[in-house]
């Protein structure tokens, strides 16, 4: 059967997906992304750069329907974020887990979690380092509706 983009109609319209008809499950989806920076930025960030970050990444999850075209708004449950450094690959590791109990899932959420914080840390440090690489964002599993999924 060949797979179809929800958001283009038969004309090639873009339209938002209809739920109405969709049952409310609890809905999970976690995301991951990494920022590789130097090792003056791995000495020199503290735990107010990811307070700072954390915060514009549960922002960013509240507000994923502004930003995205024709995603649903959505009544969050539960965002959190975590922060992993790794002083050995000069990486911050970012982990979001967004829930909500509604039609539709919050993998968007997740992902534009992840991003938003990880942008965030590119700013608060391009002044010490301009060579940092915003890599691997991705989702890692979504849980709710009728399909679930998890990476590999």
């Given at each position: 059967?060949?797979?179809?983009?929800?958001?283009?109609?038969?004309?090639?319209?873009?339209?938002?997906?209809?739920?109405t008809?969709?049952?409310?499950?609890?809905?999970?989806?976690?995301?991951?992304?990494?920022?590789?920076?130097?090792?003056?930025?791995?000495?020199?960030?503290?735990?107010?750069?990811?307070?700072?970050?954390?915060?514009?990444?549960i922002?960013?999850?509240?507000?994923?329907?502004?930003?995205?075209?024709?995603?649903?708004?959505?009544?969050?449950?539960?965002?959190?974020?975590?922060?992993?450094?790794?002083?050995?690959?000069?990486?911050?590791?970012?982990k979001?887990?967004?829930?909500?109990?509604?039609?539709?899932?919050?993998?968007?959420?997740?992902?534009?979690?992840?991003?938003?914080?990880?942008?965030?840390?590119?700013?608060?440090?391009?002044?010490?380092?301009?060579?940092?690489?915003?890599?691997?964002?991705?989702?890692?599993?979504?849980?709710?509706?009728?399909?679930?999924?998890?990476?590999?």
């Open positions: 059967m060949k797979k179809i983009l929800t958001h283009i109609d038969k004309k090639g319209n873009a339209k938002i997906v209809n739920i008809k969709k049952k409310e499950t609890n809905r999970k989806a976690i995301a991951f992304g990494c920022i590789k920076v130097s090792a003056e930025v791995i000495s020199i960030i503290q735990s107010s750069t990811n307070k700072v970050a954390k915060i514009a990444g922002m960013a999850a509240k507000n994923t329907s502004n930003l995205i075209p024709l995603c649903h708004p959505l009544i969050i449950d539960n965002i959190d974020l975590k922060f992993s450094i790794n002083s050995e690959k000069n990486k911050i590791d970012v979001a887990t967004v829930e909500c109990f509604g039609k539709t899932g919050v993998e968007i959420e997740s992902l534009t979690a992840v991003s938003v914080s990880l942008l965030t840390i590119y700013d608060m440090c391009k002044a010490v380092d301009k060579s940092m690489e915003i890599k691997e964002i991705y989702l890692l599993s979504k849980v709710g509706g009728k399909e679930n999924f998890t990476k590999s």
